[in-house]
């Protein structure tokens, strides 16, 4: 079995661990290169030099990436589609996974709106210099498009059955549901609090991803980095507004 | 042939606009299907129908929506996964395949950061409502993002070539790639011209791509939408800084 390679940023989940649970979850040998000592060819070094191009003319623009023996994938919904059929965590036939696949890349757009609540102006920026911006955009966030996102995915599940996004049957895109469900719930746990009545079906669906015996492994260890504010997901209290009103 | 049914915003280019021009190289026979009267079944109510359910349990999220037969599928670079081997506007090997979505993953990646140049706040505000953030989000983009992503394509290109970003062959990548130069060119023309010239590469594969037949007849036809102030691109002057300085 192909040892995999993941380059992802080492101090942080962001979007690497949407590979890592997949990785997780398949029990699938692999190495978190940037992780390891300097000595063995960690740190973030490694990153920088598969960026540079290290591995071949394919230029990944930014981590995570893939190494699987000559393949190398960016783009973390391009990895999971790459890896997902290999370990049964996406069903067989073309069009679920399709479906799969798209489900993922709105995930993604998703989490680009949660990591602008802190970074609205730039990300090159610290969020102490763009907190004024912040607040505003966290308000129109917590107020319209947390709802609309999660309002989606739980219509999702309400028209495919009830339990999994995907043709009934588990698959990574529960993973990235389970994910995005706890970064929010950390990093909004007021204004979290408020929504998730509404969303009993994805609520059940992050209690079953979690007690899943991989994962729940997988969360107890030290390879799970905890939340924290250098991450996509970030609590800042003062951003944690409870929206009144609501779309 | 199948005859496709694309579901998109009437008014703009927006995301749409890289699925048409795929469409339009491959003269794969479509319908844009909003476009049409309402009295054929167009207008927006047409995409409202589809992202309400209409089409079936998997719910896009958002337009551009594609109907192939029986498949739908959503998200712009999922869409162009999918037709791209139809139609011969990708190389048939899977890791071309695999880099082709990869770099139009990025693609997309840089849209939205040209899209939060005049939206930092939220996209349901109008621009008027968020001129000072914008300012202050542009004149970031236009210092670091822009010659960052755009340096990265020039090195795609130098990397793998010169001419194509995939495998030495045409592909819809280099369609996205004359798509986001178009769209840059538009949106700021003072400080794109500013930066043009660290991208001898990227410039000639724009007029290549404008100069395919298929292409140009596109271009002239009342089928392409002129760029406008509703679309993703929008040319607002007092956006349109010439960055001092820069990476």
């Not at 997902?84 to 989490?111: E, M, Y």
Request: proline share 8%; charged share 25%.
């Amino acid at each position: 079995m192909t040892r995999y390679e993941l380059f992802y940023w080492p101090d942080i989940q962001g979007r690497g661990e949407f590979v890592r649970l997949a990785l997780e979850e398949a029990a699938a040998p692999y190495v978190d290169v940037a992780r390891l000592p300097r000595s063995k060819g960690g740190g973030e070094g490694a990153i920088l030099r598969v960026l540079d191009g290290a591995l071949g003319p394919r230029l990944p623009f930014a981590a995570p990436i893939l190494r699987a023996g000559k393949i190398l994938v960016a783009q973390t919904a391009a990895i999971l589609q790459f890896l997902a059929p290999r370990h049964g965590l996406v069903p067989r036939d073309a069009p679920s996974q399709l479906w799969a696949h798209q489900l993922q890349l709105t995930v993604a757009d998703f989490l680009v709106e949660v990591h602008d609540t802190h970074h609205p102006v730039a990300a090159g920026l610290y969020y102490e210099d763009q907190r004024k911006e912040a607040r505003r955009r966290t308000e129109h966030f917590l107020r319209h498009r947390l709802p609309l996102f999660l309002d989606y995915f739980e219509r999702v599940l309400v028209k495919n059955g009830g339990r999994h996004p995907v043709s009934g049957r588990f698959s990574y895109v529960d993973l990235s549901l389970f994910q995005i469900l706890e970064g929010l719930d950390y990093a909004f746990p007021r204004a979290f609090r408020a929504v998730r009545r509404r969303i009993p079906r994805l609520q059940a669906l992050r209690e079953a991803v979690r007690n899943r015996p991989r994962i729940a492994a997988y969360l107890g260890s030290p390879r799970r980095i905890p939340f924290n504010t250098w991450g996509i997901f970030r609590h800042y209290p003062e951003l944690d507004l409870v929206p009144r009103g609501g779309r």
